[in-house]
């Protein structure tokens, strides 16, 4: 056997893995059964580590550094470029510390949901301060010549370093902090209290169902399920499913959570079939994968064109509420701006705000500014200062998220980066199609259409840099959100 | 590390890809999406391979044989033999060979498919030929002092050969042919038209939850789809699976494999859980295994008193066709005997005889004095003599079961040792619980938990002969069978 099929066929063997891995996340995360759901965390994590070793097979490192010495064509390139880049990160890594490293991220996971039942962060606190020095150290190992934390924000969205992300969201605080002082001192503010009228839990999944159906999610192509921390996972392009946590008060955080995991799914499910089994057949980065899930949430889901055609989905599932609504009060209470202590819930005002905050602290931590022991206080301080709002305990605070307890860091900012590039290409997009708020009312396949084009179909085949550079967008800029914010809501708000 | 703790984790991983791979399986059977379900077949496939290759590792291999020389726990010494056994069978096989051989299989299956729908076994006669000669290869290869067909028979139900098989199914062939035809001469027939009026596929759905519920299948533990060809899948005791076919016209054959498939799926479910991820928590035989899922179908699903109790499924469900049957026409009609052509659809009585025509066959082919070519009008003259009906064409003849199209060979027979062993083991239920029949209306709980106790909870930590003998049952015996569908028919045809 040549060396490329033998290439060829490991890649395989590890992408047939991560599928059957993610399978069984699927497994672990949603359905009932304790008992099963706990096994399945089991095997995963055994598939999880069995592709690992497939990784850092140091014959495939070999193999692949041969390979690329020779001529080839783009998705041989690009699948073995890839993959020796995780190689050459994975084998930097001392083997036992890396294997240590998954159970102090278990670990921490498990304490943190014990902290957060308690509302008390000392109780993770130790681990956390592990986990962060565990991260800087293999940053260390990786590249003495960077910064961790921009070694760690590389990995979510590459290139986009602290001094960028600095100036970029500087401008966006600043800018919202103000819009929203404008907009709390607005004389009309919506009555949104239906929105927590009981709204039948069958009936929210219905909801769900018609919401995806009607952005173009192909439900023979996916899953839905309900879960208790919404996700979506690109196992293959005939398999896109999501997740998603239905609430009986909270109608509104259930459809806009839906359109969020359906704009992932919507990315996964439409990535080309050419490229599953190579590795490349997923988002080519979490600022634009984030990018995806924000458009189909924040600029298709809060259209006021979209809810013309849509809006009778609740009413039908729920005439003894949404019949004596109008659709401008539903339209107003689904945009209202309010801030709140939960980041996935906020509004799109106050959203970048909620970021920002966990950027600083991010990064005064990995730039030793801030200790661990100091989270909490400072959390509440920057939530006051920006939002005008404090978390009365840890739950509702530094313990929200589960990110840092499970060893992510620099991952947050990809969700202020994808909004900032959902705006950008938008613009992009509304160059072609002018008609564009026609086309949210009446005809969202086109917009699909679109997407799938000049952003879906590659996978990793592009990188995100190159995405926006065929569109015309030389750089990440943040101008054309707050454009778009402070339009829509000097307008929703007359201001 | 010490080498009990290395051959467990390596029996560990084993299992982790096999659990794997059977919730692989699951995606590729059941559910939509054509190209879902070929990418998941694809991974399952690498994931077999990966079981074979972890199963066949030769240092596993020796660490197995140094093991059994200690004083081991009982798990363990189990365990490890029953790995160990695999391994040497596996071992004994050309690995090249036994490659094709899944390839040979899974293009004999694809033929078979086209054959079966053009209704032409002459499109799948040479890869049968192949399946065949392999086999009996790879037997020659394990053990050159067996009979190929015995060693084959081994495989699904230890112990019983040939020579014991000719005896007990030449004595169950008598008695039901003798059987059969008095009771076609009966005055009295069912009218079991109504069986085959519209019933909606949901509804049919919803009366499978119910009959599953009233057996005691835990519905957190498991999970149940829609499918074309019935399976049940114990990928653990928590997630015990299975698949029903649903068919508007024959709601009497979907409620009957509901309860066949629930069968299987109780012992599943039952087996303990503190033989998980050892290779024990599985059926530990063939015509054990299916003798549980026969008793559930045959013994519960066509007793009276079940139905007294839970008939007003049907009559709640489609109260438009119920609601004029009596109960006595609905039993009457559940239990009609009437020599079929399909076997999975036979009743009670001539069931026997399409197991034992193929047993016949199996037994000539693979003592040469058949030639595959013969096959299709062997198959009619049995079908002629045994049960007066002769096949159309090949489709609802030779071609109607995948087995042998699929390798599988000596695996017909332990549908009927299942049969004599069910009838077995509810004399010994009756021995302990001489009110079985209050209990089969009243009580199925403390049917399925005597069963539990003394077949379900030991996995494969006793063999079936154990699991009789511990029941005072010292040997397979026809005799129960027949008393029992004597008894039964002749009350139910007033013979």
Same mark, same amino acid.
């Given at each position: 056997?040549?060396e490329?099929?033998e290439?060829?066929d490991?890649?395989?063997l590890?992408?047939h893995?991560r599928?059957?891995a993610?399978?069984?996340f699927?497994?672990?995360?949603t359905?009932t059964?304790i008992g099963?759901?706990?096994q399945?965390a089991?095997?995963?994590?055994t598939?999880?580590?069995?592709?690992?070793?497939?990784?850092t097979d140091?014959r495939?490192?070999?193999?692949?550094?041969?390979?690329?010495?020779?001529d080839?064509?783009?998705?041989?390139?690009?699948?073995?470029?890839?993959?020796?880049?995780?190689?050459?990160?994975?084998?930097s890594?001392?083997?036992?510390e890396?294997?240590?490293?998954s159970?102090?991220k278990?670990?921490a996971?498990?304490?943190w949901?014990?902290a957060k039942?308690?509302?008390?962060?000392k109780?993770?606190?130790?681990?956390?301060a592990?986990?962060i020095?565990?991260?800087?150290?293999f940053a260390?190992l990786?590249?003495?010549?960077e910064a961790?934390?921009n070694?760690?924000?590389d990995?979510?969205?590459?290139?986009?370093h602290?001094?960028?992300?600095d100036?970029?969201f500087k401008?966006i605080?600043?800018?919202?902090?103000?819009l929203?002082d404008r907009?709390?001192k607005?004389?009309?503010?919506?009555?949104?209290?239906?929105f927590?009228?009981?709204f039948?839990?069958?009936k929210?999944e219905?909801l769900?169902?018609q919401?995806?159906?009607?952005?173009?999610?192909?439900?023979?192509a996916?899953?839905?399920?309900p879960?208790?921390?919404?996700?979506?996972s690109g196992?293959?392009?005939?398999?896109?499913?999501?997740?998603?946590?239905?609430a009986e008060?909270?109608? =509104?955080?259930a459809?806009l959570?839906t359109l969020?995991?359906?704009g992932?799914s919507?990315?996964?499910q439409?990535?080309?079939?050419?490229l599953?089994?190579?590795?490349l057949a997923?988002?080519?980065?979490?600022g634009l994968h984030?990018?995806?899930a924000?458009?189909w949430?924040?600029?298709i889901?809060k259209?006021?064109?979209?809810?013309?055609?849509?809006?009778h989905?609740?009413?039908k599932?729920?005439?003894?509420v949404?019949s004596h609504?109008?659709l401008?009060?539903?339209?107003f209470s689904?945009?209202?701006v309010?801030?709140?202590?939960i980041?996935?819930?906020?509004?799109?005002?106050t959203?970048?705000?909620?970021?920002?905050i966990?950027?600083?602290?991010e990064?005064?931590?990995?730039?030793?500014?801030?200790?661990?022991?100091?989270?909490?206080?400072?959390w509440?301080?920057k939530y006051?200062?920006y939002?005008?709002?404090v978390?009365?305990?840890?739950?509702?605070?530094?313990l929200q998220d589960?990110?840092?307890?499970f060893?992510l860091?620099g991952?947050?900012?990809?969700?202020?980066?994808?909004f900032i590039y959902?705006?950008?290409?938008r613009?992009?997009?509304?160059?072609?199609?002018?008609?564009?708020?026609?086309?949210?009312q009446?005809?969202?396949s086109?917009?699909?259409k679109?997407?799938t084009?000049?952003i879906?179909q590659?996978?990793?085949?592009?990188?995100?840099k190159?995405?926006l550079k065929d569109?015309?967008i030389n750089e990440?800029?943040e =101008?054309?959100?707050?454009?778009?914010?402070?339009?829509?809501?000097?307008?929703?708000?007359?201001?």
């Amino acid at each position: 056997m040549g060396e490329l099929q033998e290439a060829i066929d490991h890649i395989q063997l590890i992408e047939h893995c991560r599928q059957a891995a993610a399978v069984l996340f699927w497994e672990a995360k949603t359905g009932t059964g304790i008992g099963r759901k706990r096994q399945y965390a089991k095997v995963q994590g055994t598939l999880t580590k069995k592709v690992i070793e497939l990784q850092t097979d140091p014959r495939f490192g070999r193999l692949l550094q041969n390979l690329l010495q020779r001529d080839l064509d783009e998705v041989h390139r690009k699948q073995f470029e890839f993959h020796l880049k995780n190689y050459q990160y994975l084998s930097s890594l001392p083997v036992e510390e890396f294997q240590q490293f998954s159970q102090k991220k278990a670990a921490a996971y498990s304490h943190w949901a014990s902290a957060k039942r308690l509302k008390d962060f000392k109780l993770v606190e130790k681990d956390l301060a592990d986990l962060i020095e565990t991260q800087k150290r293999f940053a260390y190992l990786n590249n003495k010549h960077e910064a961790p934390y921009n070694q760690l924000l590389d990995r979510y969205e590459p290139g986009i370093h602290t001094e960028k992300i600095d100036c970029l969201f500087k401008n966006i605080k600043d800018t919202t902090i103000k819009l929203l002082d404008r907009i709390q001192k607005a004389p009309v503010q919506p009555d949104s209290s239906f929105f927590r009228r009981p709204f039948p839990l069958e009936k929210q999944e219905q909801l769900a169902h018609q919401l995806l159906t009607a952005i173009g999610y192909r439900m023979d192509a996916g899953k839905l399920a309900p879960t208790l921390h919404p996700f979506s996972s690109g196992i293959h392009p005939d398999d896109a499913r999501l997740a998603v946590k239905y609430a009986e008060n909270d109608v =509104k955080s259930a459809a806009l959570m839906t359109l969020h995991e359906g704009g992932h799914s919507l990315y996964n499910q439409n990535i080309s079939k050419e490229l599953v089994d190579t590795g490349l057949a997923v988002y080519t980065s979490m600022g634009l994968h984030e990018s995806q899930a924000i458009f189909w949430e924040k600029m298709i889901g809060k259209h006021k064109g979209f809810w013309k055609q849509h809006f009778h989905f609740f009413q039908k599932l729920m005439p003894e509420v949404y019949s004596h609504i109008s659709l401008d009060q539903f339209y107003f209470s689904l945009c209202e701006v309010k801030p709140s202590l939960i980041r996935y819930e906020a509004d799109d005002i106050t959203y970048p705000l909620h970021v920002i905050i966990r950027y600083e602290i991010e990064k005064d931590l990995f730039a030793d500014k801030l200790k661990v022991s100091d989270l909490p206080e400072v959390w509440n301080v920057k939530y006051r200062n920006y939002l005008g709002i404090v978390p009365q305990n840890d739950c509702e605070g530094v313990l929200q998220d589960v990110h840092w307890y499970f060893g992510l860091f620099g991952y947050f900012p990809s969700y202020l980066i994808g909004f900032i590039y959902a705006a950008q290409l938008r613009e992009a997009m509304i160059k072609d199609m002018p008609n564009f708020d026609v086309l949210a009312q009446e005809d969202l396949s086109a917009i699909l259409k679109w997407k799938t084009k000049h952003i879906y179909q590659y996978g990793k085949l592009k990188t995100s840099k190159e995405i926006l550079k065929d569109l015309s967008i030389n750089e990440i800029n943040e =101008k054309p959100l707050l454009t778009y914010l402070t339009q829509k809501y000097e307008d929703i708000y007359r201001l």
